[in-house]
């Protein structure tokens, strides 16, 4: 069973247009991402999501925004798209208890390209 | 600010061992983690350190100093299958995790 699991692992659009990810993740996690990974491989937070607390990149523009219909859901939605959003976006998850860290799980990755 | 520094690349002959090297700067500090990702793939877990010293699981081992801000990762009897990126990854005060740029470890045989 995968994980943590996004959806299109490709995706492929015009300058301008909407679109969006999706992400789930079966593993009971309460907290999930979404990181962007330019070409020169590093790895950006963009939003940090639980129950109770949406934590924004404050750099990420809000062109970019996260929906959760539910804790095993995080979905990306990116409207007016440029040519520099052209990334892998990946979704991952991990679950905080306490003080303990947990690690995080990543999904597959979305390779977007913005044309 | 907060920043992680690792080396961008580096090149180790298979059976040898490497040492991949971080230093991190960070808002509070709450654990070390070290990734590992393949081209085209997905980062996976290797390690977490929180207290100081070595902790070794099978050939990867890794160490945290916190008084240096500073970590490594360990790598023994390196294979062809471990030439990947490694990521090095500081958790800060609110949990929020701080990448490194990751260092492309290149195995010759």
């Known amino acids: 069973d995968t994980a943590v699991s996004q959806t299109p692992k490709y995706l492929v659009t015009q300058m301008g247009n909407d679109k969006s990810i999706k992400c789930e993740q079966n593993l009971g996690h309460d907290t999930m991402y979404w990181y962007k990974q330019d070409s020169k491989k590093f790895l950006k937070i963009m939003f940090s999501?639980?129950?109770?607390?949406?934590?924004i990149n404050e750099t990420v523009p809000n062109r970019f925004s996260p929906k959760s219909p539910d804790k095993a859901h995080l979905n990306l939605h990116i409207n007016s798209l440029e040519l520099g959003d052209s990334a892998v976006y990946f979704c991952?998850?991990?679950?905080?208890?306490?003080?303990?860290?947990?690690?995080?799980?990543f999904g597959p990755g979305t390779r977007l390209t913005v044309l | 600010g907060q920043n992680i520094d690792q080396p961008t690349e580096m090149t180790a002959t298979e059976g040898a061992i490497v040492q991949i090297n971080c230093t991190y700067q960070t808002s509070g500090f709450n654990g070390l983690f070290w990734y590992q990702q393949h081209a085209g793939e997905a980062p996976t877990f290797l390690s977490y350190n929180v207290l100081d010293g070595l902790e070794e699981k099978g050939r990867f081992s890794s160490f945290l100093s916190r008084s240096k801000g500073y970590s490594y990762l360990l790598l023994k009897e390196l294979q062809m299958k471990d030439s990947a990126s490694y990521l090095c990854a500081a958790m800060d005060s609110n949990y929020q995790l701080i990448w490194g740029a990751g260092t492309k470890l290149i195995i010759k045989p």
């Open positions: 991952a998850s991990s679950q905080v208890v306490s003080a303990v860290t947990d690690t995080q799980y």
């Open positions: 999501y639980n129950n109770k607390e949406l934590i």
